[in-house]
């Protein structure tokens, strides 16, 4: 087995840090509503995932163009590389303006789930604002994916911090109304987090044009290709807003018991983030990986640079798993908010960490496996499985909200389906039926038979 675990890592650090970044931004957030109000804190857990799963299937989707210019970094197919880029920027167009349409009457649905008028209202205002702004995280997340398919990850990372420092000085000042700027609660918190994102996404353009991207010849919508490009790419985004579902429904029901539950639900996830994504930064590069070996007809080192992943992988979260067990009353200190609730919601969150503990020795299989199979181009197959699973999990977690199971059956309930998709991408993996996929299908530069998969030959 050929050794990986050096270019793995070099092209994984600067997308960890990125991710890690993100992971900052979340927290940040967080921490700050919390000093507005318990109520802030609960609107925000639910509002936020509302909104990601909107803009999990518009930037998934996206973001997907970096798988192709993975692939064709390995092909050494420099005009693939440009065209790849310019799918991703097409489907961001097209996101924005859906976007900006579904932010006029989506955020009406919270008004069926049974939440207090005192998070009801912030919850709706906090989802109008960011729907409204889509197409910069979607755009920037095709620009961001194109670069590091291409494997200029360190860009990616600059341009990640450089959001995070206006996101955290504005939510700084818009939320609590410092600096001259007014109390705004969680509105101000969507306002920092829209304006960051536009500030990404200019700096992510002036790379791109940099790079050449704007005098290439591809930035012309070709049909065959689109269709193509999407019929692997809307899989995927579908996965990630299929994930965000089932996880903004965890979230209503565990709204249904109360402010407390919620709230600390929302401060769990927040901490939780600390371990995903540096995993997540780890499993793209382990995709880009992947993408560039399938594009270079290295199929034999698919095997080798997964299985190197995951292992760097799961060390990463046994680490986090003893932190959340053994650290828990600390982390859980950070997300105290005035007021009487402010005691229960730390005590919550604290034993809850625990089933976080559990499901993270999962979660890097689940975070990892997926990605891999995804950069290979199964796509398909991965959407079908996850919303089967999805699927059963909704249904169970009805069933407990029903017969009124409580809060800790809930998180049994995550920690298994965690557990169950980790097992199916482990087998799929395992199968090497990926293997007979190819996402390019390219000779001369065209694409024949269109929105198809076709037998991938020996590599």
């Known amino acids: 087995m050929a050794n990986h675990f050096r270019p793995l890592l070099s092209l994984a650090g600067p997308l960890i840090l990125s991710s890690t970044s993100v992971t900052a931004m979340q927290v940040i957030d967080a921490l700050v509503v919390a000093r507005h109000s ?3 804190v609960a609107a925000l857990g639910t509002s936020s995932m509302a909104v990601v799963l909107v803009q999990g299937l518009l930037f998934g989707t996206a973001g997907y163009c970096g798988t192709f210019a993975a692939h064709h970094k390995g092909a050494c197919d420099q005009p ?15 996101s924005g303006i859906l976007g900006l349409i579904l932010s006029v009457f989506l955020p009406e649905i919270f008004r069926w789930v049974g939440h207090g008028p005192e998070i009801l209202e912030q919850e709706i205002l906090y989802t109008r604002i960011c729907l409204a702004g889509s197409l910069f995280p979607v755009l920037s997340a095709a620009l961001g994916g194109w670069l590091a398919g291409i494997g200029r990850t360190g860009l990616v990372t600059g341009v990640t911090l450089a959001s995070f420092v206006v996101n955290a000085i504005l939510a700084w000042m818009l939320v609590l ?20 994102q536009a500030f990404a996404t200019l700096l992510y353009g002036v790379v791109f044009a ?12 070709n049909l065959a290709q689109m269709r193509h490009f999407l019929g692997l790419a809307l899989p995927w985004g579908l996965r990630i807003s299929g994930e965000v579902l089932a996880w903004t429904l965890f979230l209503v029901f565990m709204g249904r018991m109360g402010t407390v539950e919620l709230a600390a639900t929302t401060a769990v ?6 371990a995903f994504f540096p995993a997540l930064g780890l499993a793209q590069a382990t995709g880009i990986l992947v993408g560039q070996a399938r594009g270079a007809g290295r199929d034999q080192d698919v095997p080798a640079i997964g299985i190197q992943g995951l292992i760097v992988a799961e060390g990463w979260m046994l680490v986090m798993a003893a932190a959340f067990i053994f650290g828990g009353s600390w982390l859980s200190g950070w997300f105290l908010s005035p007021g009487p609730q402010g005691a229960a919601i730390v005590a919550l969150v604290a034993i809850s960490l625990r089933y976080v503990a559990l499901y ?4 890097a299989s689940n975070v990892l496996l997926s990605a891999v199979l995804s950069a290979t181009g199964d796509t398909r197959w991965v959407a079908k499985v996850f919303a089967a699973a999805s699927a059963l999990f909704l249904v169970a977690l009805w069933c407990n909200d029903h017969f009124a199971g409580g809060y800790h059956l809930a998180w049994i309930l995550a920690v298994v389906f965690i557990f169950s998709t980790a097992v199916a991408w482990g087998i799929r993996f395992k199968s090497g039926a990926w293997k007979h996929l190819d996402l390019m299908r390219e000779s001369t530069g065209g694409i024949d038979r269109p929105g198809t998969m076709e037998p991938k030959r020996s590599a």
């Open 38 to 40: 318990a109520e802030a």
């Open 80 to 94: 693939g590389i440009f065209r790849s880029a310019w799918l991703g920027i097409h489907t961001s167009w097209i």
């Open 177 to 196: 109304g410092r600096w001259g700027a007014p109390e705004m609660g969680l509105a101000g918190a969507a306002w920092a987090t829209v304006a960051a």
């Open 210 to 221: 940099a790079k050449g991207g704007l005098q290439s010849t591809h930035p012309r919508v």
């Open 269 to 274: 996830f927040r901490i939780n983030s600390i």
């Open 360 to 363: 993270c020795l999962f979660d």
